[in-house]
Every structure is written in structure tokens, then in C-alpha cells.
């Protein structure tokens, strides 16, 4: 059975970091590339960043890419993924969340898959 544990998320001031966790079972990391994923209120889910599964390479959505406040890593022995968040922004806020994935061209898609997890609040205030 699948399932997607995503951790880390909670309020943080502006300028600040986050480092989110993805906990996966149910498949090896070593077989399908994963991504995350946010969603702010009100808006369609977006794709942020795919690591491939064959190698570390990561793929960028063209917003992450021209922010450079983003980067993700995986560990295979703890078939885990991260994300990191730097210089976190009020518009950074949203629930974040980890899901297989594509890259086509400037975007990062959903790949096929079973659901989604409960994801992991962020929230940038002041």
C-alpha cells in the first residue's frame, strides 16, 4: 500500500528556512522520480521541483528555477525526500506536498498515482 507522509511544515517568519520531509512506502524511490508539491488557498495545485529516479538530477519548475530558493534531496536508505525552503516568503504560504511526478518542459506534473497524502502546512507570517 502506498502512502505519503509529508512532516516539517509550520509557521515561520520571513527570511526564514524550512526543511519538509516525505516519508514513502509503498514503492522504492530508486524505481519512480517524486516532487513536491504546494497548494496556497484558493489555487490549483503547483509543482515545484521532481528529483529523477535514476540519478539526482532535479528538475525545476520555472518559477523555482528563477527563485533559487528551492532544492529537494533524497535519501534512499530512509526512502525519504526533502525539500528545502529558503528566504520563505508570505507567498510561499500553502500546504505542501509530495507526489510521483514528471517534468514537461518549464513544469513539474503529477505522475501517476493513487492519491495524495494529507501534506504539511506552511505558513509565512510575521
Known amino acids: 500500500q502506498v502512502q505519503l507522509v509529508e512532516s516539517g511544515g509550520q509557521m515561520v517568519e520571513p527570511g526564514g528556512s524550512l526543511r519538509l520531509s516525505c516519508v514513502v512506502s509503498g514503492f522504492s524511490l530508486e524505481k519512480y522520480p517524486m516532487g513536491w508539491f504546494r497548494q496556497a488557498p484558493g489555487a490549483e495545485r503547483q509543482g515545484i521541483l521532481c528529483i529523477s529516479s535514476t540519478d539526482d538530477t532535479v528538475h525545476y519548475a520555472s518559477f523555482a528555477l528563477a527563485e533559487g530558493r528551492f532544492s529537494m534531496t533524497r535519501d534512499k536508505s530512509k526512502n525519504t525526500v526533502y525539500l528545502e525552503l529558503n528566504n520563505l516568503k508570505p507567498e510561499d504560504t500553502a500546504t505542501y506536498y509530495c507526489?510521483?511526478?514528471?517534468?514537461?518542459?518549464?513544469?513539474?506534473?503529477?505522475?501517476?498515482?493513487?492519491?495524495w497524502g494529507v501534506g504539511t502546512q506552511v505558513t509565512v507570517s510575521s
Open positions: 507526489q510521483l511526478c514528471n517534468w514537461v518542459g518549464p513544469r513539474i506534473v503529477p505522475g501517476p498515482h493513487a492519491g
